[in-house]
């Protein structure tokens, strides 16, 4: 079945640090990808999202490549901000018989210091 | 427009009630689906519904029922809550299943 794994939090910056946070996937066929950010209190918004390999989805400075080779679609920041202190989930959902459905890492939490 | 709405925010419950989480959009969209949220566990998928009159089963589905009436509402209910159905509970509707998907803001529910 799909699965994603995310690295492991929580994890802390410093404003204008760099950001990375790692997510591999295991899928058939040739799913499409997400990163998905939950603000305190919040419910879950959609950050970027890819559809085929080596496909690049970026938004609000954040960036994320879809490598097929190595099933991953890590997330990336250059400088990081205190307001994007939140929880990250990257996640998958494949065509046929999963139409529709998303399957989720489990999170990754952000906290960014001033 | 709203978007998707939740009620209630917070719930408490005791073991064996029943009780029903409401959900709405008022999108005119087809797909709508209900997850848990657990610590270290992501979100995992309840029910979902690819329009009215339409549902299935997503990963975790023993314990809760639901039903697709009309477009826009989406409701979740708790047969006989148990303490393992203590968690977030979100709902969410895309256009189709193949689009984003939009998430109400989650109700944190707790069954002592």
């Known amino acids: 079945g799909n699965s994603v794994t995310q690295m492991e939090g929580p994890v802390t910056l410093s404003e204008e640090a760099f950001l990375t946070i790692n997510c591999t996937y295991t899928a058939t066929g040739y799913p499409s990808l997400f990163w998905y950010v939950q603000y305190p209190g919040e419910g879950l918004q959609l950050l970027l999202k890819?559809?085929?390999?080596?496909d690049k989805g970026s938004n609000k400075g954040f960036e994320a490549t879809y490598r097929k080779e190595t099933t991953s679609f890590h997330l990336e920041k250059g400088s990081v901000q205190v307001s994007d202190s939140a929880v990250y989930f990257c996640a998958l959902r494949s065509g046929g018989t999963s139409y529709g459905k998303l399957t989720f890492g489990q999170g990754t939490i952000l906290t960014v210091h001033p | 427009n709203a978007g998707v709405t939740q009620t209630p925010k917070f719930q408490v419950l005791k073991t064996g009630q029943s009780m029903t989480l409401q959900c709405a959009q008022d999108m005119n969209h087809e797909y709508m689906s209900w997850y848990r949220q657990d610590p270290g566990m992501g979100l995992r998928l309840i029910h979902y519904?690819?329009?009215?009159?339409?549902?299935d089963q997503g990963e975790v589905p023993n314990g809760y029922n639901v039903s697709r009436s009309t477009t826009e509402d989406f409701p979740l209910r708790l047969l006989s809550a148990a303490p393992s159905q203590t968690s977030v509970y979100f709902c969410?509707?895309?256009?189709?299943?193949?689009?984003?998907?939009?998430f109400g803001p989650g109700t944190r529910l707790t069954v002592l």
């Open positions: 890819a559809t085929k390999a080596d």
């Open positions: 519904s690819v329009g009215a009159g339409i549902t």
């Open positions: 969410a509707s895309s256009l189709n299943g193949g689009d984003e998907q939009f």
